[in-house]
């Protein structure tokens, strides 16, 4: 074993300055990507083209999520990770290149598959549109378009693998908004056609991309043939990916369950698929705000702790601090979307060919959604920790488990529900998935902190019930919509804070001290929790 070590783990107080960077990144992101959403909805509504780009743009993010974050997550990282520690740069380069030789191979045929298969693949996803010859035909064209995404896409988040794995978190979290900047560009230079939403999504791949190369050119990559793709560490991160592209399969066939049932106009109405997007979309921020960011920048350090061997005194305890970090931002922010979900929808989208139908329509969705925010976010935790621990196998199980269910509460909820149903279903299902993988979980590694993660669940909860009060009577202060919106944020932000110290909330006295630059040991430092 080589003691040019490549890599460092990073201690929690640097894995919160990386979440930090990818926070900020990902804010930028989401913001560009409701400015995105913003044009999309007041040029389209929840109508033909909208519900045509939500489909055609949905198989790209399958294969983003199979071969970008969750190879990167379960296989790039945790195998770059160790690499790094335990080899020299020139071995650790040569593993680069193999996998990106394999990647090439693999993304260019379905690349080639997937434009020659879009009418079967569009009417799969969304078989309610064949009762509507332009519905579909727009759809598919515009599938085969945009279909090339899948490479360039999946090309980026190799390249955010890589550098993630040399605890490099800057540039790859930014490349996300070119895409959104590019969308929004060529949308608007090209009016209502859907040629501006396909070429917005074609340069802004290649852009994401693009800005990643020069980084890995200086960290030490340099394209080359591999003289053979038989690397064992590349077997290694196939097995890991075998589960977790079975898994991914798993979670995009319950998008695709939602995508099925909320094409079906007839019981949910018309503009369904596209509804469930707008909404599922403002759910998305605080969680790629926060969530998945901490998720991301952690996982490098849980899969370091796991391949040294550090389950009991470093693993364990940072895992129950980012549990407990994301139930801090998350049950508030649920709370927040389910008491504003109208006028946050009426402030953001409305206008144009945004009517009241879709407004009122997102808004039901956006309700029930938020019930599962701190699940969904929990969840990438308990995931990212099973990755670094090389179990990709559990969370596949587990994400069938939630498939069912979903299907089930899809059936159950649609009809006294209608498209309300879909977004609550998968709430549940989510909230189940959540504790079924977090018991799971502690049979592997033993007791992580359950107490104190249930009593910060409690007092986070009742300090987020108190500000979502004071957020529902800030919004009756004025008629201005935009006036209201800004009043009932601000009012729940600071009564959040002072709710949180009234509950003893401790990760609030943590954060404060560590914004006042005070000693906070127990927010950073790696040791057992204590109860509270």
Known sequence: MSTDKYSRPLTNRTVARSAGVIGLATLISRLLGFLRDIVIARLFGVYIYAQAFVIAFRIPNLFRDLVGEG??????????????SRHTKEEFWELANVVLNILLVVLMSITILGIIFSPVIV???????????????????????????ILLVSLSAYSMGVLNSLKNFTVSAFAPCLLNISIIVFALLFGEGIKGLAGGVL???LLQLAIQIPVLYKKGFRLKAPKSLNHPAAKTMGRLMLPRVLSSCIYQLNNFVDSIFGSLAWIVGDGGVAVL????????????????ALSQAILPTFSTQASLGEIEDKLKPTLAWGLRAVLFVMLPAGIAFMVLAK???????????????????????????????????????????????????????????SLVLNIIFDAVLIFPLKIAGIALATSLAAIITFFILFFLLEKKVGYFGRKEILICFLRVLAASLGMGLVCFFAGQISTNKFLNLALSITAGVISYIVFCFIFRVKEMGQVWAWIMLRNSPALFKNKPSQPL
């Open 71 to 84: 190879a990167t997550n379960a296989a790039f990282v945790p195998v770059f990770s160790e690499y790094a």
């Open 123 to 149: 009417r799969f996803i969304a078989p309610g549109f064949i009762a509507s010859p332009e519905k579909l035909a727009a759809t598919i064209k515009l599938n085969r378009i945009i279909f090339p995404y």
């Open 203 to 205: 340069v802004g791949g």
């Open 277 to 292: 997007y707008f909404s599922y979309r403002l759910v998305q921020f605080p969680l790629g705000i926060f969530s998945n």
């Open 343 to 401: 006028p946050i929808v009426v402030t953001l989208f409305g206008g144009g060919k945004f009517d009241a139908y879709s407004a009122n329509l997102t808004a039901s969705s956006l309700f029930f959604y938020s019930l599962g925010l701190f699940a969904y976010g929990g969840t990438k935790m308990l995931q990212a920790c099973f990755f670094s621990l090389r179990d990709t196998v559990t969370p596949t199980k587990v994400a069938a488990v």
